[in-house]
């Protein structure tokens, strides 16, 4: 991978982060494509997320982020429900609607990944949101991927992969672990402010045990070794702040509730997150902000800033 600090005179720059939205389109399907874990994620949907996963709830939080008029928006994953190529193309849909790829960056999620499904039916629909910036015309997109924007690189892990039944875990992988070793370390050098993007949650115990990350482990060996700024990820359908340790002190680890969530529990109704980073004489200041849905009448409200913090990078 080619690292390239971009000649930019930002010092500061507003991520919104998003994740989580189940998009569902069965109809029109052949049977066939339902002999396998597909049909079980349906029996789920149909029983129970199709009450709470509703499409008018996306679209207002969609309209929410485009008033937002970020610098970039990132997806953590399960964009989909089933992994059937209509809930590909639709979407495809949203991401334009939140802006073009060059200000829209996605990593997949285990629902992306329900079955092994082939890369022009599924992923290849929207590599172009997931694609690094040095990236070469390639048949798949390679992970980690990255993208540099003023003094922030956004760094794009998988953890998506076909699983056995009643399991939604994830894994990242030796090969993909070694690249992001790398990465970390040469941002650094850079004097980038370094965010990871990931969908499954990296610190045991944050979800049940089935839908967990298996290498949580050697991700936090790395994380322990090189840092990061900030970690952003979905899957578990909350709003939530965590943390995990870093070289020089503590990494925070913020997840965010599905986009799509009409829940009566708080802290499970949709919502987006902005984040604002800026370079100062001391380091790095982050300020995170809520936007959660309240109801259809007065879809979003933004809660309090958070209060600042601090880091010295590196």
């Known amino acids: 991978m080619n690292f390239v600090k971009r000649n930019t005179p930002l010092t500061t720059l507003t991520l919104v982060h998003i994740s989580d939205f189940h998009l569902c389109q069965p109809s029109g399907i052949s049977p066939g494509r339902f002999l396998n874990k597909r049909l079980f994620s349906y029996l789920s949907w149909r029983i129970r997320r199709q009450r ?26 399960d964009l989909t429900q089933l992994a059937l190529p209509s809930e590909f193309d639709q979407a495809r849909s949203i991401l334009q609607a939140l802006g073009p790829p060059q200000k829209v960056f996605v990593v997949p999620g285990n629902h992306d990944a329900l079955v092994a499904v082939s890369w022009p039916e599924s992923w290849a629909r929207w590599a172009d949101y997931m694609a690094s910036d040095s990236a070469n015309p390639q048949p798949q997109v390679e992970f980690p991927t990255l993208r540099i924007r003023g003094p922030v690189a956004l760094i794009g892990l998988c953890t998506a992969r076909p699983t056995p039944l009643l399991s939604a875990a994830g894994s990242i992988g030796t090969r993909q672990l070694q690249r992001l070793a790398e990465i970390l370390q040469e941002t650094a050098r850079q004097s980038l402010f370094r965010v990871l993007l990931i969908h499954h949650p990296p610190i045991p115990g944050m979800v049940s045990f089935h839908k967990r990350l298996m290498d949580a482990e050697a991700f936090a060996v790395i994380a322990k ?90």
Do not use: N, Y
């Open 52 to 77: 709470e996963h509703r499409p008018q709830v996306l679209e207002a939080l969609t309209r929410a982020v485009q008033a937002m008029e970020a610098d970039h928006v990132v997806v953590t994953g």
């Open 225 to 314: 070794q090189h840092g990061a700024e900030l970690i952003l990820h979905g899957h578990s359908h909350l709003c939530s702040r965590a943390e995990m340790e870093g070289p020089l002190g503590r990494i925070p680890v913020l997840g965010i509730s599905s986009a799509s969530a009409a829940s009566p529990r708080p802290q499970r109704r949709a919502a987006f997150r902005s984040v604002r980073i800026a370079r100062t004489t001391e380091g790095w200041t982050t300020t995170f902000q809520d936007c959660v849905f309240l109801e259809e009448t007065q879809p979003f409200t933004t809660t309090a800033p958070a209060s600042p913090k601090s880091s010295p990078g590196g």
